[in-house]
C-alpha cells in the first residue's frame, strides 16, 4: 500500500476543518460573552502559523497570543491589524517596533510600565499593554498586591492603555487546591485593578486546561493554546472528564519507507549496536530521524504505523531515519506511507504516546517538528 506525498520523504498534514471544530466547541464551551485569544506561537504549535492563523480569523478568534515578534509580522502578513497580544516580556531593543506595529505588551513591573510609556511618548504613540499577575507561577508577572498601583501608572501616563489584565495557572490540570488559590489570588487583584478606576477590555487566566476544568471563573475571555489543535491536555483532574471524542487532534506526520532488508539472528542495528535481533527478522528503514523531531529519546521505545499495524523502533534514531520491525507483515516496499503520528486503519498514535516514549509532553512533540518537515493542509479551507 503506497499512499504518500509524492518527492516528500517525511512530511505534516494538518487538518484545517479539525482546528476549526476544535475552536467551534471551545467557543461553545466558554459561552456568549468570553472571547477567546489563541495562543499561536512556537509557529502555532508546529502546525504552520500563516495558515493557522488565516484559517482562524475566518473561524472566530478574537485576538492572537504570540512569543515573538517574528509571530506577530507573520500574522500582518496574512490579516493587517488583527488584534495581537505579546505573551512574554519585550526586550528593551524590541520595544520599539512593537509599539509602532500595535502589538499589544504584556508588564509585570514599575520598571517596565515607564520604560515602555517613556518610548511610546517620544514615538507619540499610545501603547496597549496586559497587567499580568504572578499568582503562582512564578516566571512573570507583578506581585498581586502591586496591582492596583501600576493600574494607577498606567492610567496616569497619558500614552498608555490598560488593555488587559491576566495571569497563568501554573499546574491547572493535577492540583484543584493551589489553581482555586490562583484564581482567588487574581479576584483578589482585579478588585484593587478595578478600585483605581482600571477597566481592561481583556480578562484572562483560563489556559486549556482552566477552559476545560474552571470555568466560570469571572473573566470575559479565555486562552486555549494545546486544545485548539486537538490535544487534551494530560493530568489526573481531566481523566476521564473530557470526551475525547470532543476533540479532533489536527496533525498527522508521516514519513515512508526507504528501504527493506532481512537480518539473521544476532545481528546487531544502529549506532552502538543498540538493538540485537533474537531471531531472524524484517526491517524497514524509515525516512525520518530526530534531523525531523522525532527525538532519540524514542529509540528502542516507540513505535510506527505501517499498514495499521503498530511496527516497533529498533536501536537508535538516528538523525535522518530510523529503523523498524515489520516482520509480521506480508510484504513492504519503499515508498510507502509511515504513520508516526496520527491514524493510519483502525490504528492510531496520539502525541502523548510520543511524548511518552521521548519522556516529555505533548507542547515538545508538537512544536519539536522542525523546519525541514513540510505542511501540507488538509480540508475545506486547504489552498
Known amino acids: ?25 471551545i467557543k461553545h464551551r466558554v459561552g456568549p460573552g468570553v472571547r477567546v485569544i489563541t495562543v499561536v506561537k512556537a509557529d502555532a504549535y508546529g502546525h504552520g502559523l500563516k495558515s493557522i492563523a488565516a484559517l482562524l480569523m475566518q473561524s472566530g478568534t478574537d485576538l492572537f497570543g504570540v512569543a515573538t515578534l517574528a509571530e506577530d509580522a507573520a500574522i500582518r502578513s496574512v490579516g ?21 506595529d500595535g502589538v499589544m505588551l ?7 510600565l515607564t520604560r515602555i510609556a517613556t518610548l511610546a511618548a517620544s514615538l507619540k504613540r499610545t501603547a496597549a499593554v496586559h497587567l499580568k ?8 508577572g507583578a506581585s498581586p498586591d502591586e496591582a492596583g498601583k501600576l493600574a494607577r501608572m498606567v492610567r496616569s501616563a497619558g500614552n498608555l492603555s490598560l488593555a488587559g489584565l491576566y495571569t497563568h495557572y501554573a499546574n491547572v490540570e ?10 482567588e489570588t487574581f479576584r483578589r487583584s482585579r478588585e484593587l485593578v478595578k478600585a483605581e478606576g482600571g477597566d481592561p477590555e481583556w480578562i484572562h487566566c483560563a489556559n ?10 469571572g473573566c470575559n475571555a479565555v486562552r486555549p493554546g494545546l486544545l485548539v489543535y486537538g490535544i487534551i491536555p494530560p493530568g489526573s483532574r481531566l481523566g476521564g472528564r473530557i470526551a475525547a471524542q470532543s476533540f479532533v487532534p489536527a496533525l498527522s506526520w508521516k ?14 542495528l544502529s549506532y552502538g549496536g543498540a538493538f540485537t535481533a533474537p531471531k531472524k527478522m524484517r526491517v524497514a528503514t524509515v525516512s525520518a530521524g530526530y534531523g525531523d523531531g522525532f527525538l532519540r529519546a524514542a529509540s528502542n521505545r516507540g513505535e510506527v504505523l505501517i499498514q495499521g499495524r503498530h511496527c516497533p523502533i529498533l536501536g537508535r534514531v538516528t538523525m535522518d531515519q530510523m529503523m523498524v520491525d515489520v516482520t509480521r507483515l506480508a510484504s513492504v516496499i519503499p515508498g510507502e506511507e509511515v504513520v508516526m503520528l496520527g491514524n493510519q486503519g483502525a490504528a492510531s498514535l496520539r502525541a502523548e504516546d510520543l511524548a511518552t516514549w521521548m519522556g516529555t509532553i505533548p507542547w515538545e512533540v508538537l512544536t519539536g517538528i522542525t523546519y525541514r518537515v513540510p505542511r501540507i493542509y488538509r480540508g475545506s479551507q486547504a489552498a
Open 133 to 140: 499577575i504572578d499568582t503562582g507561577m512564578g516566571r512573570l
Open 1 to 25: 500500500m503506497v499512499n504518500a506525498v509524492t518527492g516528500a520523504r517525511c512530511w505534516v498534514e494538518v487538518d484545517l476543518d479539525a482546528l476549526r471544530t476544535n475552536l467551534a466547541w
Open 208 to 217: 486549556s486546561g482552566g477552559v476545560l476544568l474552571e470555568l466560570p471563573d
Open 174 to 183: 493535577e492540583e484543584a487546591a493551589y489553581t482555586r488559590n490562583q484564581r
Open 255 to 268: 514519513a515512508r519507507v526507504s528501504f527493506v532488508k532481512e537480518i539473521r539472528a544476532g545481528a546487531r
Open 80 to 100: 493587517q491589524g488583527w488584534p495581537v497580544l505579546m505573551l512574554g516580556a519585550a526586550l528593551p531593543d524590541e520595544l520599539e517596533s512593537a509599539i509602532k
Open 106 to 112: 504584556t508588564i509585570s513591573s514599575a520598571e517596565e
